[in-house]
Structure formats: C-alpha cells, structure tokens
C-alpha cells in the first residue's frame, strides 16, 4: 500500500520535498484502512501541509527537520482550529476548536525530540502513534464525515487516498452527517468519558474559547459538560501562553483521574499543567517555602474530642457533635474567623439553625480547646493548611506565576481556599475559572464568590443540557429534592437538574429494597445481570462505615474491587467502590447505589444535605442505575 501511496502523492502533489514527500506518503498509506488525508500540494508558511483525519482524531500536519518556533506553531495551530471551526458533529454538536491536534514530525536525521511545546513533535519512526486504535476519539463514519466538511473548506487542499470506500455516494464519495446514525451514536456513548472530548455543543464551544475580562464561572447541573469544558479550555488558554497552568480541586484523587482525560484530549500540554487537589498544593507551596506543617487526620480528630469532652453539657443539648465539628471546619476556619467578635457577626450561609451570641460564645470555647489542643503537639488541620499558604502568598507571589488556574467542584472548597485560588491566579483577563455546581454540595455550609473577593458579574456561564444521563437515569435522579432553590454560585438563580434537557433516550433503572442481611445478595445478582462490564461500574454509599459494609460483603463473593480513594482514571476489570464525596466529579457506565434506611432522625440542614448527596450518586450513571435500600432487621 505505501507504493501506492507513493505515486498518488508524485502524480497528485510532485513539488513536495523529499522529506515531506515521505512523510505523507506514510500517512496515505493509512487512508485504506479509513484514515483520510487532505494535502496541500503547494506549502506555505504558517499552513499545514496536511490535515489527516484518523480515528484518533483530527491532526493539522507540519514537516520539518526541527521543531519550529513557538510564534509559527502558534499561527499554525490558529489557522487549524479557524480551519475546522463549525464543523458539525453527531446530535448538533461540533468539533471542538481544542481537539484539533497540531503534529509536527520531524524527517531527515533528526534525533527524538526532547520536547513538545504547543503540539505532538514525532519523529518518522513515531508516525503510527497518530493511528492507536486504543486512544480513538472517532468511528469510520465520523471520520469520512468531518474529513468531508473540511474538503469543502479548504480547496487548496487535495483530498487523496488510495481506496475509494465501499459506498462512496453519487457526486460527493462521502458519508453525509445525516448517515451518522442513532447506532453509531449510541456505541460512542458506551465508550469511556474521553470518548467526547472531540464534539461539543454550540454553547459549551463558545464557553472553551471566549476571552473573559477577569474571573469566570461556569455552572449548571449535574451531566451538562462543566468539567469537559474545562479541560478544552484549559488546552485552550495553554496554546495562547508560556506558563504553567494549574487545575485544582477539594476531592484529592480526582485532579488526577481528569490529568488522565487531559493526557487523552492534549497529550503536547499535559506536563504544563499541574493537576492537583487544593490541600496537596498547599502543603508543596510551604515546604517549597521552607515551613513544614504536620497534618495527621487522626490526631486532629483525638484533639477535637478532648475539646468536646470539656464543653459537651453546654451544647449537646443544642446539636450532637458532629454539628459542631462541622461549624468549626466550615464556618469558623473554613471562613477564617479570627475572634468571637467577628464570629458574632458572621453570616452562617447553608446552616439552618440560628445560633444567638450566646450560643455563639459557647461554640467560640470549644474552638479555642481545640486549637490549645493542636497547639499543644505541634499538629495542624486541613484549614490551617489554607491559612498558612494564603499567609505566605500574600507575604511573597511565586516569582512564575500560573498563566491560568482552573477549580473545579469549587462549591465544595471552603470560603478561604477560595480567598487562596484568588490570590494565587491574580488579575488580568482568563487567569481564573470555577466550575461548579450548588446543588452538587455535598459538604455543609456555604458562600458566595463575592465572599471571597472575585467579582463574575457578566462573565457567568449556565450549560442547560445533559449529555451523560440516558433519560431514564436523569428522571429518576431528578425525583430528589436537593432544595428548592438553586443558585449560580453568587447569589443569583441557578438552573436545577429538574430544568435541564436531556440529550441521550433510553436508560435503565432496577430498585431493591430489602433486609440488611440480603443486601449481599442483590448486589451479587445486580452485577452478575448487568451488561456493563465491572470495569465501568460503581457501587456507591453515603458513609464510611457502609462503604466498609459493603466492601465485605463485594470481597466475600469474590468480586474484584477497587476503592475510589486509589481510583486514577485508568481501565481495568474491577468494580469501583466508594462514598458520595469520592464519586463526585466521576461517572460510571453502572451505578449500583446502597442507602442504609435506619439512620438518626434529621433536621432540615441534614434533609437537604442527604437530598444533594443523593442527587450526585445518582447523576453518576450514565446507562444503567440500580438503587438499593437496606433496612435494619
């Protein structure tokens, strides 16, 4: 076949180079297994001069015998993604303007490259890495369909191959859009998440590239696409800068399962950007400083129950003591109050009881133990981590800033780590993006942006349509009644899940309710009649002490498992295990979710909590959805 495609390419396009000539030679090669190759036979400066259209993607092609400058890849990568820009996809989506992939290869005697700066850099040998059928984004039809659109908008280009497909239509010998079908659509919905980072809807393509004056947020419910936004935007913001970016979050294992997406989406990029939870970059940013701060969870929590044992007559009788361990962690450090009489006046936002001064000075002493308490051994806490780092931010800026800095899950993080991700991106226009939800909240209490010093008024995104649940799953999970009212993460009205579109038909949902002492069995019978592969399931609980529960009862019958909390991202064939808040930001193909029905009576705060949590287990599914209910007996 490469003889073949060498005298397509010397009748069709003679004035290329050697080198060039060789290159594209292996490329057309591939278009008789379904690749397609679009070549300008005439070079110019800042062009490609190739567009390959692969299973793997869409590749704007340079040939040259060193890795051009930063300016002219950049004013390639610009011409590529104008080049490809509207090109329609499956369901009125389009190509994104980020997953058009800039790949220079090296001919001659170059030696492996050593870096990759604003795209992939290979060498001749290194070509097959663009056709990896184990990291493809498109099927057969989508690949003649966008190769398709961009022969119409680019006619210096020559479309070549060396087969003509089996069933070449009259006039254009392509396969239209419309013969993109609901099967074909439906099989890449049953591919992992990074499977759509190639399309996205209209509005969330112009959210990835719009220039925003100073801080942004994107919210919008449970499936809409926030998280895929992100990540094209942060190539986006990557192809446009020199600096280091940074994607944070609270949960800590989740920045590297999406690093892991990146890696998928912009494999050129991924060393540039640091990926992280918010805690384990405050802990790097002190020792770095030269203040190394002990943390150790447990002892915190000997230290909290010393406190309490001192102060529990006076306020058990108000709430138990997880209330308060809460108040302390989310209002008083989480909000960084430091006296009781700026206590007294602070606003309590997502707590539902009232507390009067005097309960207030009440609360005040046991916090004051408490950090006697740490103090006395030299320990700290998760909050004086964030303390301590914005303190030192604030006393002396890294000498390299980030060029941008995207949190996701940001309705999660507490108001001073927001005060810590404000200082740490800075001023000027798309250095700060937060994505989130508010109905997703799985953690009490609550603040507004403006709380924190980072004004979005008019650069606000709300996504309004659901492209992970089947309809069946979204219904159900919008049964729950996580509040009432919603808002954008500032104040404003938000959009509910019970508002969103949904974009996918189908689903299925089973429920299970039943003694605690049969809750092994459904589960075993739940996966073992389930079509998805245990690779692509999750069983997901609301307590740690069910996710120990059921994780007996999973090993016991031999099934292999693993935990979220050393859940990376990477395929494997074992059932994913683990609570509501290591799920967050995470979707399975299956869902087997486990509710344990006698749990103590709550009030209103602890009602609205459990309906949010209940919320995001459920929206973790995207094809299939088993709900269990365990009852005491």
Known sequence: MARRAGVVLAERAPGLDAVTRRVLTALLART???????????????????????????????????????????????????????????????????????????????????????????????????????????????????AGQLVERLPAYLDLRVSVPEKASAGEGLLGLAEVTEDQVGAAQLRPFESWLTFLHPQQQAVAVRNYSGPARISGPAGTGKTVVALHRLRFLARRSTGPLLFTTFVRTLPLVHKASFARLAPELVERVEFTNLHAWAREFLRARGHEVLVR??????????????????????????YWRTEIDRVIQGRGV???????????????????????????????????????????????????????????????????????????????????????AGDGPNRLLLVGDGQQQVYPGGWRLSDAGIP????????????????????????????????????????????????????????????????????????????VPHGRTAVIVFQRKDLDRCTALLRSAGIPLLRLDDYLGAEDDRVKVGTVHRAKGLDFQAVLVVEFSARPEEDEEQRELRGRQQLVAATRARDFLWWGTAEAG
């Open 32 to 146: 008789a297994s379904g690749a397609r190759l679009l070549v300008r036979p005439e070079p110019v400066a800042g062009q490609p001069v190739a567009f390959l259209v692969a299973a793997r993607g869409v590749f704007a092609v340079l040939v040259r015998e060193r890795v051009p400058e930063d300016a002219e890849l950049g004013q390639v990568v610009i011409h590529a993604e104008q080049a490809c820009a509207g090109i329609a996809g499956p369901r009125g989506q389009v190509l994104a303007r980020s997953a058009v992939h800039l790949a220079v290869v090296l001919g001659g005697d170059a030696g492996p490259p050593r870096e990759r700066r604003l795209g992939w850099v290979l060498t001749e040998a290194q070509v097959p890495e663009l056709f990896r059928r184990d990291a493809a984004h498109l099927d057969r039809a989508l690949v003649d369909s966008v």
């Open 297 to 322: 969870s447990s002892s915190a929590e000997t230290a909290f129950s010393r406190a309490w044992v001192a102060h529990r007559l006076t306020l058990q009788d108000i709430e138990d003591v997880g």
């Open 456 to 531: 979005v008024q008019g650069r606000g995104e709300i996504l309004r349509v659901n492209y992970r649940n089947r309809a069946k799953v979204l219904g159900f999970a919008q049964r729950f009644d996580a509040t009432n009212q919603v808002d954008d993460l500032d104040g404003a009205a938000g959009v509910g899940l019970r508002e969103v579109e949904s974009a996918n038909a189908g689903g299925k949902i089973e429920s299970w309710r039943g003694p605690e002492a049969e809750l092994g069995a459904a589960l075993r019978t739940a996966l073992a009649g389930s079509s």
């Open 338 to 424: 430091s006296s009781l009489a700026e206590y007294q006046r602070t606003p309590r936002r997502g707590r539902v009881r009232r507390l009067d001064g005097a309960q207030r000075e009440l609360v005040w002493a046991l916090f004051q133990s408490y950090q006697r308490n740490l103090a006395e051994r030299g320990l700290h806490d998760h909050n004086d981590l964030i303390a301590l780092a914005l303190a030192e931010l604030r006393r002396e800026p890294p000498q390299r800033p980030y060029a941008a800095v995207v949190v996701d899950e940001v309705q999660d993080i507490t108001l001073m780590g927001l005060r810590l991700l404000r200082e740490l």
